[in-house]
């Protein structure tokens, strides 16, 4: 990578620009840069939702791993119909209660969570939104779906991603190939598996040429085909 960050260590961080988060995670670049940079509408200024875990010189957005995380928590959110402005509410009160500058998807929020919205309802007076706390409505219906493929740490930060599942053998880890999906049994990013079967001619070829298993160039090309599609719809 050409631009630089400031001060900053970029090894086992992960790095994405959002063209590339949004492949990864389907949610569309102009949202996460709009999350990430701030945004004006209608003549209001909308700061951002939370500072990137990279900062670059020049002002471009790059995702660490973690913001690749809260990016798709968040979403979740939002998807449920909680709009940006209170999602960037319901982060400050996250950051104090859960202590990490990235609490939405660390798995100590899918705990206290549910005191995090209380507080937001509480102060912004949301009648529907306590309702539905006090009803039917759990964060696990939210984001569970989406943590229950994550890998913590002890201090519960998010510190790999399986965004297929565990048994499909696709992983994000940012300590490894700067955060690009691999193929987990071999190490070998996904898109490189993929773009030697494309060369090679066959799965077989491409599983000849780097040494693994046609069962992980399988897998690597099915990956990068759900991702591409995805893509372009």
Not at 51 to 75: C, H, N, P, W, Y
Not at 174 to 179: E, H, K, T
Not at 191 to 204: C, D, N, Q
């Amino acid at each position: 990578m050409q631009r630089q960050a400031q001060g900053l260590t970029l090894i086992g961080i992960g790095l994405y620009t959002p063209a590339e988060a949004a492949r990864i995670i389907a949610v569309p670049a102009q949202k996460i840069i709009r999350w990430l940079r701030g945004h004006e509408a209608n003549g209001k200024q909308y700061d951002r939702l939370w500072q990137s875990q990279v900062t670059m010189e020049d002002g471009s957005i790059i995702l660490g791993f973690r913001d690749l995380m809260e990016v798709k928590v968040a979403d979740a959110f939002v998807q449920w119909g909680l709009p940006p402005v209170r999602v960037r509410v319901v982060i400050e009160r996250a950051k104090e209660i859960v202590g990490d500058d990235h609490p939405l998807s660390t798995n100590r929020f899918m705990t206290d969570g549910s005191n995090v919205f209380m507080e937001v309802v509480e102060e912004g007076g949301d009648r529907r939104l306590i309702d539905l706390l006090r009803g039917q409505w759990t964060m696990k219906s939210i984001i569970e779906p989406f943590l229950k493929h994550v890998d913590f740490g002890e201090d519960g930060a998010p510190v790999r991603w399986w965004p297929r599942g565990r048994t499909k053998k696709i992983l994000v880890d940012p300590a490894r190939s700067f955060g690009q999906p691999i193929e987990s049994t071999s190490h070998v990013p996904t898109a490189a598996l993929a773009a030697a079967a494309k060369a090679e001619g066959s799965v077989a070829a491409a599983a000849v040429a780097w040494r693994v298993s046609v069962a992980a160039v399988r897998r690597a090309v099915a990956f990068q085909e759900e991702i591409d599609q995805r893509y372009a719809a």
